[in-house]
């Protein structure tokens, strides 16, 4: 109690200080929001369920019942959230500004624990910007669906807030993005789970390049990202250890499209994924070949079709629909699997087929206030891993029913 105590004095006290700055203008935001949900089975989930994904498999007990065939449900506001908008001096003749944002979401299995959502420092010379911190991830982009969920239509949107430097060039209707980004909260998953340690390791950021038209209400837009990672630096054969130099290098890419006016929201995407399970996707990576002497491995990408569309209509009531399919394309090459032992791959979804995801909401919107529900049906294919080229065949349908109810207050 009596560190929140200090922490809250010196963010009072620095506001104070601040305030006598006549070169500084600060804009403070928040929201207090309570989220309810009701799922009819267990899913694929982060925050308790409050960030769904999507259902889990059938597992059987001995007499055939499916332990994942239970519902749950909770109430929370760990996303209520504060923030502060700062424009500062000019340097040179770059405008200057920053933003910092917290929530409450805690990490890991601790919630209701102070969490960094933004940080970051802006350099505007008019037609170009710099972006240096933690913002959304370039492939999360300007275009992303109104719906109440919020995974904000994840595994089919990509999710992921990560430190980067982001260069942005505008000239008339034409905008072009380029970003380094590292990874911080949202990490890939490999042989040691989700860590940021295989990107760590690899010594190369991760690399985005996009180009967005813009004209009135509409935005449209693609994007090519690269990420390289080292999922091992070393291996145990029988018992000696050896070091291995180990590498996985994919291209994913995504295009979007969004129009806007007072009445309408209507905005899709589209992304070809390899390996973007550090942006909340599908898919991962698996092993290709072995040394059999130093047990150095090679690598190939599970390669994910994502697709959604958002429509959204009004002003005070606002009805909307949220459809989401993915698609699992198998694998670049063959799997490493001798003598019909299980071929091994890392990431999110790897036994899954298919996945498709339709919600309707509506919500009641005045100024400071928004009352929504939301319902969803989601449908998940499972089945078996085809070594020969990364496919699931025999597949069965799981099926999740999900209710979200919201109340926000916006200051």
């Not at 105590?5 to 600060?26: P, R, V, W």
């Not at 994913?252 to 309408?264: C, G, I, M, P």
């Amino acid at each position: 109690m009596k560190k929140y105590i200090l922490i809250s004095l010196c963010l009072l006290t620095a506001a104070g200080s601040f305030a006598q700055n006549k070169d500084f203008k600060f804009k403070f935001y928040g929201q207090i929001r309570t989220d309810f949900y009701y799922n009819s089975r267990a899913n694929e989930e982060t925050v308790d369920g409050l960030f769904y994904m999507y259902p889990k498999d059938k597992v059987r007990d001995p007499d055939g019942n499916d332990l994942n065939s239970t519902p749950n449900s909770n109430f929370y506001t760990l996303y209520s959230r504060l923030g502060v908008d700062v424009a500062g001096p000019k340097l040179g003749t770059a405008k200057t500004s920053a933003k910092v944002e917290v929530d409450f979401r805690g990490t890991g299995t601790s919630y209701s624990v102070i969490r960094l959502r933004h940080a970051y420092l802006n350099l505007d010379w008019g037609k170009s910007a710099l972006l240096l911190g933690q913002n959304w991830h370039p492939l999360f982009g300007d275009v992303s669906p109104q719906i109440l969920n919020l995974s904000v239509g994840a595994p089919f949107q990509p999710f992921s807030r990560a430190p980067q430097i982001r260069y942005r060039y505008t000239n008339k209707n034409v905008q072009l993005t380029g970003a380094a980004v590292w990874q911080s909260q949202y990490t890939s998953q490999g042989p040691e789970g989700k860590t940021h340690k295989y990107l760590k390791q690899s010594c190369i950021p991760e690399f985005y390049v996009g180009a967005d038209y813009k004209n009135g209400g509409l935005l449209a837009g693609v994007g090519i990202e690269l990420l390289s990672l080292k999922p091992r630096t070393e291996s145990i054969v029988n018992t000696d250890k050896y070091k291995v130099d180990e590498r996985i290098t994919t291209l994913s890419y995504e295009a979007h499209v969004k129009y806007t006016n007072k009445d309408w929201f209507i905005a899709a995407k589209s992304v070809l994924g390899s390996n973007l399970t550090q942006a909340s996707g599908l898919g991962g990576f698996g092993i290709k070949s072995v040394n059999e002497q130093t047990g150095e491995q090679e690598y190939t990408p599970i390669r994910f079709s994502s697709s959604w569309l958002n429509v959204v209509y009004g002003k005070k009531w606002k009805p909307g629909i949220f459809v989401g399919y993915a698609k699992n394309l198998g694998t670049s090459d063959a799997l490493y699997a001798p003598d019909g032992t299980d071929a091994q791959v890392y990431g999110t979804g790897t036994n899954l087929d298919q996945l498709v995801t339709a919600g309707a909401e509506l919500t009641y919107n005045v100024p400071h206030w928004k009352f929504g529900l939301e319902y969803t049906l989601s449908s998940a294919w499972y089945g078996s891993l085809n070594a020969s080229n990364g496919k699931i065949r025999d597949t069965h349908a799981v099926c999740n029913n999900r209710i979200v109810a919201v109340a926000m207050f916006m200051f």
